[in-house]
C-alpha cells in the first residue's frame, strides 16, 4: 500500500493515522478534514471549555513533537468516494487517490425542524459551536435544553455553574434512559433537581417561538417556556450520506465487521460514523464513544494493512463518562442486555452508587458515580474473556 | 528515601498511594515488578492508583490516558504530558520510594490551584 488517506480528522481519524504510522506503515498518508482545525478534544467543548477554564490550545490532541509525516487536507469536506477508481472527491474540487481508505467522518448533531436561521439556538458538536454558546452564555439569562441526554445534561450542569436560569425538558419519562436503564436513568438525571435546575419530563417539543431571536420554547402540552438561549441535544446522526453511491453497505452509519472492515475491500471504518458488529451482543452497534473512537482504530488498521487477513478480536466492552455537577460519572458495558441491576456500593440517594448490571447473574454493564476505583475494578472484570 | 508500605501489603495488580504532596503511587505488576510515578494524570485531577494496571502501563480510571510504568511516557491520550517516575527500594520487606528531583508534570486545574489562582 502506497497512499492512505484518511477520511476525518478528529480523535478517530487521527488515532488511525498513529496507528499506521506505529504498525510500520511508510507509506503516503493523506488526512481529510471538514473543519479548519488540527484534531482537537471534544469531551471538554461541554465541560471546561464551555465554562471558561480551559483555552483551545489545551484542546489540542497532538502533542507539540509528534509528526506524522502526513499531508493534512483541512477545512474542505469529503463529498464522495469512487471506490473502482480509488479516490475520495472534495467539495472544493481536489480528489485523493489511494489504495487505502479509513473513513472516520463522525456524527452531526441532530437539529430541531424549523429552527434554522432564529438566533440564540444552538447545537454542541464543534469547536465553532462552543465558542458560540460560550458567548451567549457569558451574557447570562434563561436557558433552556432541549433533550436530558449527557451533552444536554452536562450543558446544563455547566450554564448552572455559571449562574443562569436553566430548565431542560426531555419527551421521554426518563431521561438516559436508554443508555443507563429506567432506574439509573433517574438517578443520574435527579442531579438536576438537587442543584434547582428544573427537569421536564415526558413532554415533546412542539417549536420555538420568536420573530429573529428565540424567545420560548412551546410544548406538546401547550406550555411554553421562556428563553433567551436554547441548546438542542437530541443526538447524532452519522455522516455518510458522501457515501450514498459508492457501493458501500450503510445501515445506520456504515456497516462494518467486528474490525471495522467494511463491505469494500481496503476500506476501513472508525469512530462515530462506523457500525461495528459486536460479537459479545451478537448484533452490529454503532458506539460514539470518545474511547471507542481512541481504541478501535488498531484493529482497523490491523486489517487494512493485512488486506483483511487478520481474525478480528473482541474489543473492550464500550466505555463513557460524564461530568455533572461536580459528579464523575462512568459506565461501561451494555444496559440494555441485563435483567436486573444492583447496588453493589454508595447509594443512589448519596449520588455516589455503585451499580452492576447483570443478565442471568453475569455482569454486563457498571455504573459509577464518584467511585473511580471501584469501577475500573468492574469495569475489568466486564472485559476479561469468560 | 520514603517508607511507602510492607510489600506483602502490595499484592500484585495493586497500587499503593502515597499522600505526599504531590501524591505518588508504587504499583506492583502481575509480573511482580515494582515501579513508582507521580499519581496525578497530567490531564486532569484522578488518581493513576485507581487505574487500569495491565504489563507496564497503567490506564488513567477517567479518561483513559495511559503510561508507562517504565519511563513515565504517554502511551494514550487524552494525556499528553509524562508523569514523573521514582525510584523504587525493598529492604528487609518494606517499599520504600526515593523521589525524582524533577518538575511534576501536574494538570492545569491543580497547577492552577498552587499557584493561587482559581481551582
Given at each position: 500500500m502506497r497512499t492512505v488517506a484518511v477520511v476525518g480528522a478528529s480523535l478517530a481519524g487521527l488515532s488511525a493515522a498513529r496507528s499506521l504510522r506505529k504498525q510500520g506503515y511508510d507509506g503516503r498518508l493523506v488526512v481529510v478534514g471538514d473543519e479548519p482545525h488540527r484534531?482537537?478534544?471534544?469531551?471538554p467543548l461541554s465541560k471546561e471549555f464551555l465554562a471558561g477554564t480551559l483555552g483551545e490550545a489545551e484542546l489540542a490532541l497532538e502533542t507539540d513533537d509528534e509528526d506524522l509525516a502526513a499531508e493534512w487536507l483541512l477545512g474542505t469536506r469529503a463529498v464522495g468516494l469512487d471506490h473502482r477508481g480509488r479516490t475520495v472527491r472534495l467539495a472544493d474540487g481536489r480528489e485523493v487517490r489511494a489504495d487505502g481508505f479509513v473513513l472516520a467522518t463522525g456524527a452531526a448533531a441532530r437539529t430541531l425542524p424549523g429552527s434554522e436561521g432564529l438566533a440564540g439556538v444552538h447545537t454542541l458538536r464543534t469547536l465553532d459551536d462552543a465558542r458560540a454558546l460560550r458567548d451567549e452564555l457569558a451574557r447570562g439569562g434563561r436557558l433552556v435544553v432541549i433533550g436530558g441526554g449527557f451533552i444536554g445534561a452536562e450543558v446544563a450542569s455547566t450554564a448552572?455553574?455559571?449562574?443562569?436560569?436553566?430548565?431542560v425538558v426531555e419527551a421521554a419519562p426518563t431521561p438516559l434512559a436508554g443508555p443507563l436503564g429506567e432506574t439509573m436513568g433517574a438517578v443520574v438525571s435527579g442531579l438536576h433537581a438537587d442543584h434547582g435546575v428544573r427537569l421536564v419530563c415526558g413532554v415533546g417539543v412542539k417549536g420555538l417561538s420568536g420573530e429573529s431571536r428565540v424567545d420560548a420554547v412551546l410544548l406538546e402540552d401547550g406550555c411554553s417556556l421562556p428563553a433567551d438561549i436554547v441548546v438542542v441535544g437530541v443526538g447524532a446522526r452519522p455522516n455518510v450520506e458522501w457515501l450514498e453511491g459508492s457501493g458501500i453497505a450503510l445501515d445506520n452509519g456504515v456497516k462494518c465487521?467486528?474490525?471495522g472492515r467494511t463491505s469494500l475491500a481496503a476500506v476501513v471504518a472508525v469512530g462515530d460514523c462506523a457500525n461495528w458488529y459486536d460479537p459479545r451482543a451478537g448484533h452490529h452497534r454503532r458506539v460514539e464513544h470518545w474511547t471507542g473512537a481512541l481504541e478501535r482504530p488498531d484493529a482497523a488498521i490491523a486489517t487494512l494493512l493485512a488486506q483483511g487477513a487478520v481474525e478480528?478480536?473482541?474489543?473492550r466492552p464500550p466505555y463513557f463518562w460524564s461530568d455533572q455537577y461536580g459528579v464523575k460519572i462512568q459506565f461501561a458495558g451494555h444496559a440494555a442486555a441485563a435483567d436486573s441491576v444492583t447496588?453493589?456500593?454508595?447509594?443512589?440517594?448519596g449520588r455516589d452508587v455503585l451499580a452492576v448490571y447483570r443478565r442471568a447473574g453475569d455482569p454486563v454493564a457498571v455504573l459509577g458515580m464518584n467511585q473511580p476505583k471501584l469501577f475500573t475494578r468492574w469495569r475489568k472484570q466486564l472485559g476479561a474473556p469468560r | 528515601m520514603i517508607p511507602a508500605c510492607r510489600l506483602a501489603d502490595l499484592p500484585r495488580g495493586e497500587a499503593h498511594r502515597l499522600d505526599i504532596d504531590p501524591p505518588v503511587s508504587v504499583f506492583h505488576t502481575d509480573d511482580g515488578e515494582l515501579f513508582a510515578i507521580d499519581d496525578t494524570c497530567t490531564h486532569q485531577d484522578a488518581s493513576l492508583a485507581d487505574g487500569w494496571l495491565e504489563g507496564c502501563e497503567v490506564e488513567c480510571p477517567l479518561h483513559a490516558s495511559k503510561f508507562d510504568l517504565r519511563t513515565g511516557a504517554v502511551d494514550a491520550p487524552p494525556a499528553k504530558l509524562p508523569v514523573r517516575t521514582h525510584e523504587v527500594v525493598v529492604e528487609d520487606g518494606m517499599v520504600y520510594v526515593q523521589l525524582s528531583t524533577a518538575a511534576p508534570n501536574l494538570p492545569p486545574c491543580i497547577s492552577a490551584r498552587l499557584a493561587g489562582g482559581p481551582a
Open positions: 484534531p482537537y478534544d471534544r469531551p448552572y455553574a455559571l449562574g443562569l436560569e436553566v430548565t465487521g467486528a474490525d478480528p478480536g473482541v474489543p447496588v453493589e456500593a454508595g447509594s443512589a440517594d | -
